[in-house]
């Protein structure tokens, strides 16, 4: 017999809930997102040589990031509030986009998914405003889960 899985969030009628995770193990949680903010490689070097009047872009981003990790829990509702040990950002300019890689870390009950998702989104949300007004036309796209390690469902890496 197949079981279907179940969602967390919702109760048995339905109704949205915040997941009890008080007898899960406090273990050591990490995750990893990546995401990208393709645009036009003039705008990339102005990126790169800092010429835009707001500042420099990639340090506003990281700041932005981590900034957003810490305050998930306010962003997306039921997330539980975390005591984040350690947030990192990375972004690489490349020919035509800017990479970001956000790694979310934890020692708690619950996983930190939605943190390094978050932090990537604002990441990538910050190098576009930073930009718009020499580019409109940048996408912000990928963002996406690559990797999860700890708690009861254990290791995850991406493989599509």
Known sequence: MVTEPRLTHLDAEGKARMVDVGDKDVTKRRAVATGAVIMAPSTVDAVRTQSL????????????????????????PLCHPLMLSHVSIDLALESDRVAIRAVAEVVDRTGVEMEALTACS??????????????????????VLQEKSGGRSGEYRRTR
């Open 53 to 76: 009047k707001k500042g420099d872009v990639l340090a506003m981003a990281r700041i932005a990031g981590i900034q957003a990790a810490k305050r998930t829990s306010d962003l997306i």
């Open 122 to 143: 604002v990441a990538a949300l910050t190098v576009y405003d930073m930009c718009k007004a020499i580019d409109r036309d940048m996408i912000i796209t990928d963002l």
